[in-house]
């Protein structure tokens, strides 16, 4: 492969004047260039590792043992789930002390906000490696929906109200309440519809530049693009009615709120298409109840943290709201496609310099488009998960990942970032015993003739 390969249409020869190249090399008896997952059969180099094939080698590289392929792991993506992982952890512990490393109230966004897209992106970009081949669609499309339904059924137990908290020994949840929707439950169904859309919707179109990639790939993006006009007409479509909820008060009595409503296209806390559906299709009873909303300077005296309410605060200010629920879930599973096509560019792109640029573009024109969209009032929000939020996060974690694959996979930046990669590799455990306080309420659960003197106590969480 020569080298501009790599490069995106407009950087050296065109996809035309490669295409024709290559077809002439073939007439006249020269190598076949290895472009997709396709041609296996001339053992190539692992595309994953950033290797190449030369145009001046008269004979194919010999394949290396089955042992040593099956250790190699693309190190950079490692790294960033451990970061992602660590962000994690460090907005969970600080994010009640800083405000910038907490959650946005509502409009705009934090570092906090950026934390669940990677994952999916990260999941997005995980499934073009795992399905690099798929010599059974049926067998695979089964074990993705057995790993889907693992996922979601783990996210239940561990975010559905089983577990009552780190100073708890009481578990236990009603079924009648119990939460439905969470982080695992998102990224399970996004995990699932991403698999799908790789295992059947591959072209075969060879790749030679970044347009081709659009072509082989045309109705991943076409799901993509239905799932983010369907999300917008409901967003914005939908009549929202007056409503009303009750919360239990002192004394076990129950207090009921109205909310007016009536209208559409509502994007603020009381009045969007997001929480009407939840609470239509889940039933408010199932739905998150600390919404992020409460530490809005409406909801509360303190302002943008946790607080008491205002005299005049409006009446949603205590209504259940899901951050994961049905809706704003679709575009979480845009963000897992768009994962999916950067990971297309490690699978047809050997050269280091292609990768990275058909990783920049992309992600600076969806920043680009993002803070575009915010400026004339599609705003970039979390909890509904809107489609400039989707933009903007998808193109930080591409330039983020292209960072990171620069430094520990073109430079080999390794030793620095071992914590990170170890992290990376056991992003879901590390999820369930710390994010999830598994580890703490194990701990707990071990004390000294009374539930405060347990170890808790003396590390500085306290019980």
């Not at 080298?3 to 290559?22: E, F, H, K, V, W």
């Not at 089955?66 to 190699?72: F, G, H, P």
Request: with cysteine.
């Amino acid at each position: 492969m020569d080298d501009n390969a790599g490069a995106l249409p407009g950087g050296g020869a065109s996809c035309r004047q490669r295409r024709a190249a290559a077809a002439a090399a073939d007439a006249m008896g020269g190598y076949e260039l290895v472009r997709s997952d396709d041609s296996a059969a001339a053992g190539p180099p692992d595309l994953e590792l950033g290797g190449s094939v030369s145009a001046k080698s008269p004979s194919p590289p010999l394949p290396r043992p089955t042992s040593q392929v099956a250790r190699q792991r693309l190190g950079s993506l490692d790294v960033f789930r451990g970061i992602t992982v660590l962000l994690m952890i460090i907005v969970d512990d600080a994010g009640a002390f800083l405000p910038a490393l907490n959650h946005s109230p509502w409009d705009g966004v934090t570092i906090a906000d950026f934390v669940m897209p990677f994952f999916l992106f990260i999941v997005g970009l995980s499934l073009t490696l795992a399905y690099k081949r798929v010599p059974d669609k049926l067998e695979a499309t089964k074990k993705a929906v057995l790993r889907a339904l693992k996922l979601f059924c783990l996210g239940l137990v561990l975010q559905g109200g089983f577990f009552h908290g780190v100073h708890s020994l009481t578990f236990g949840v009603d079924l009648t309440k119990i939460r439905l929707m969470g982080i695992l439950q998102r990224i399970a169904i996004a995990y699932l519809l991403a698999a799908i859309c790789e295992i059947w919707l591959k072209g075969d179109d060879d790749v030679d530049c970044g347009l081709d990639l659009l072509r082989r790939y045309r109705y991943q993006l076409v799901v993509a693009l239905l799932l983010s006009t369907v999300y917008t007409v409901i967003l914005h479509g939908v009549y929202v009615p007056d409503w009303e909820y009750q919360i239990s008060g002192p004394g076990s009595t129950e207090k009921s709120f109205f909310v007016k409503c009536g209208g559409r296209g509502d994007t603020g806390p009381a009045c969007n298409a997001v929480g009407i559906l939840d609470r239509t299709i889940l039933g408010i009873d199932h739905l998150y109840r600390r919404p992020v909303y409460a530490r809005t300077k409406e909801c509360s005296i303190n302002f943008p943290q946790n607080g008491p309410l205002p005299p005049d605060a409006p009446s949603w200010c205590q209504a259940p709201f899901d951050p994961e629920g049905l809706l704003s879930s679709v575009m979480a599973i845009v963000t897992c496609l768009i994962g999916l096509q950067f990971g297309h560019i490690i699978i047809h792109f050997e050269k280091h310099k292609g990768r990275i640029i058909n990783w920049l573009i992309p992600s600076f024109s969806m920043l680009a488009l993002a803070f575009s969209m915010d400026f004339i009032g599609i705003r970039m929000n979390k909890p509904l998960y809107t489609i400039s939020y989707t933009l903007a996060a998808s193109g930080a974690a591409g330039l983020l990942f292209a960072g990171i694959y620069t430094l520990v996979d073109v430079y080999g930046f390794r030793k620095p970032t071992i914590p990170m990669e170890w992290m990376g590799k056991h992003a879901l455990m590390i999820y369930v015993l710390v994010a999830c306080n598994i580890l703490p309420m194990f701990i707990h659960g071990f004390y000294w003739r009374e539930p405060k003197n347990n170890l808790l106590k003396f590390v500085g969480i306290g019980a």
